[in-house]
């Protein structure tokens, strides 16, 4: 398939409300949106870099550079016999950058798809008609709005709880979540807050029956994961720290976690995504498909990764209205007994609201060969 032009396009959305967690706090989302055309199809893509280097070092900024002068250049008026290839061409442009690269990355896939007259869940090797989906709720002003917001997503039907954690707000709103909702499947994410001083702190929420902690330690770290997962009984789920597949192979060596978040978004796309999915099939590690608060046309390739067959515990596929008034696409997602329902038309299978799309746009701009 030949990539004849690529429209890189900055949106703002506004959250309901602000999202907490212990490395910075997110309310306006400004988001790279990439249009990518080729064989006479248009595909979509959606990079997951924020606005500020707190969750990782790529920003909207330092992808938008990369994009424009080394990526784009790689595959634009370049034939490519798959996506998996222009995932190769994209690695071969740059070393790291693997936000950047997975927004093109994926559009490639959904290019594919759509010129094969599938959907990406299918070219994918998805298995299941709809994804079991979780809730991620911020840190709170206090304890009763955290009960409170757990209690909401429960009746709206979420099948697992994330609450995040930080030092001083950990112990104590994870007792009382366990107190009113004995049975609810939780887990807690620090999004790398602790040290490997803090175990024994964090050994006491043995107690309460987590599901997991998500990436309690140092953004890079494996082997100080590694060590605290001795010391716990609860699992460590690694998602900061797997960046690639090679990353995620040291891990699993390591024993860093017994559990991974794969976010398509942050380990450089689907092909990516898809050898991480298998070495931790091999090894017999369940995985699960992490959010970074995307608009429609990321959650849409989430969606249809997390229909993979390793894929066994609810992932942050969250409704759009979770997050937005009114998503970039028509209809948005929409929890169905606890699920999201697994697009079957072609490509991403959802409708992008065209002039939604250019009425939160801040820039448009062209890429050609
Ligand atoms: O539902 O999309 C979602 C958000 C899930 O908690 C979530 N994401 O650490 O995984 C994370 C966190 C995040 C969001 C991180 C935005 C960085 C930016």
């Not at 997975?102 to 010129?115: N, T």
């Not at 490997?196 to 309690?216: K, N, S, V, Y």
């Not at 990353?247 to 024993?255: K, Q, S, T, V």
């Amino acid at each position: 398939m030949r990539i004849d032009r690529i429209e890189l396009r900055l949106i703002a959305l506004r959250l309901h409300e602000p999202f907490r967690i212990s490395s910075g706090t997110t309310w306006d989302r400004r988001i790279l949106i990439v249009r990518m055309e080729g064989e006479g199809v248009v595909a979509w893509g959606e990079c997951v870099a924020d606005e500020t280097p707190h969750y990782a070092y790529e920003t909207v900024d330092t992808a938008r550079l990369v994009i424009e002068t080394w990526l784009a250049p790689a595959i634009l008026g370049r034939t490519f016999e798959s996506a998996a290839a222009v995932a190769a061409a994209l690695e071969r442009a740059v070393r790291g950058h693997p936000m950047a690269r997975a927004a093109l990355e994926m559009a490639a896939w959904d290019l594919e798809a759509r010129v094969r007259g599938t959907s990406l869940a299918a070219l994918l090797g998805a298995v299941r008609p709809a994804v079991p989906s979780g809730v991620s709720i911020g840190i709170q002003q206090s304890l009763p709005e955290l009960v409170d917001r757990v209690r909401r997503y429960v009746e709206e039907g979420y099948r697992r709880i994330k609450i995040k954690i930080a030092p001083g707000w950990d112990i104590e709103p994870v007792a009382r979540i366990r107190d009113r909702f004995p049975d609810t499947p939780l887990m807690v994410d620090a999004n790398s807050a602790y040290t490997l001083a803090d175990a024994d702190h964090l050994a006491r929420l043995d107690t309460f029956g987590l599901t997991m902690i998500e990436q309690p330690l140092g953004v890079d770290d494996l082997l100080d994961h590694a060590l605290l997962q001795r010391r716990l009984a609860t699992p460590i789920c690694l998602d900061e720290c797997i960046s690639s597949p090679a990353r995620c192979a040291e891990a699993i060596h390591l024993g860093s976690g017994r559990i991974v978040n794969i976010k398509p978004g942050r380990v450089g796309g689907h092909a990516a995504s898809l050898r991480i999915h298998h070495m931790c099939a091999e090894a017999g590690i369940p995985v699960w498909c992490g959010g970074m608060l995307e608009s429609g046309i990321g959650r849409a390739h989430n969606v249809a990764l997390a229909a993979l067959p390793g894929f066994t515990l609810p992932g942050d596929t969250s409704a759009s209205r979770r997050y937005w008034a009114r998503d970039v696409i028509d209809p948005g997602f929409i929890l169905e007994d606890g699920c999201l329902p697994v697009p079957t038309g072609p490509g991403i299978g959802v409708d992008v609201d065209a002039p939604f799309l250019a009425a939160r746009s801040e820039w448009t701009r062209t890429l050609t060969a």
